[in-house]
């Protein structure tokens, strides 16, 4: 079977695939995996707590690889687990986990606003609006699989 690709396709699907190698380089240079910074990326855009369901939303990560990342970082000492109800969870910073949070995600996040930041609103406002309907329609697409 042979699937024509749009040049279009092919340049997108590099890009996010640079992109993803360079927050792996990130990450890797500042001694996380990729899985401890996506999770404490997450909880620092919420401050210094964040439900765990939020996690498992916001980041793309698997249930397990969460789990298992998650014990790690509490054998670190990073973070630990603080009941919500019956049936959920937060995830919290200990003092070394702001300490770490800070340096490694903080300066992620840092840069990324530097990076919007140097743009023209207006261009920020377009890619935002062109992601957001793009995940719309994969979403939709996918639903139909």
């Given at each position: 079977?042979?699937?024509?690709?749009?040049k279009d396709l092919k340049r997108y699907n590099h890009l996010i695939g640079e992109i993803n190698a360079v927050y792996h380089e990130?990450?890797?240079k500042l001694?996380?995996?990729?899985?401890a910074m996506i999770i404490l990326y997450t909880i620092c855009?919420?401050?210094?707590?964040?439900?765990?369901?939020?996690?498992?939303?916001?980041?793309?990560?698997?249930k397990q690889?969460?789990?298992?990342?998650?014990?790690?970082l509490e054998s670190e000492g990073i973070v630990y687990l603080e009941s919500l109800g019956p049936?959920?969870?937060?995830?919290?910073?200990?003092?070394?986990?702001?300490?770490?949070?800070?340096?490694?995600?903080?300066?992620?996040?840092?840069t990324e606003n530097d990076i919007f930041a140097s743009w023209p609103q207006e261009d920020v406002e377009?890619?935002?609006?062109l992601t957001e309907?793009?995940?719309?329609?994969?979403?939709r697409k996918a639903d139909k699989l």
């Open positions: 079977m042979s699937v024509i690709i749009s990130i990450s890797l001694g996380l995996s990729d899985s855009e919420h401050g210094t707590e964040c439900p765990l369901q939020e996690i498992r939303h916001l980041s793309g990560l698997s690889t969460i789990n298992s990342s998650i014990r790690k049936k959920s969870k937060k995830v919290c910073l200990t003092e070394q986990g702001k300490l770490l949070t800070e340096q490694t995600a903080g300066q992620i996040l840092r377009k890619y935002i609006t309907a793009y995940l719309l329609a994969l979403r």
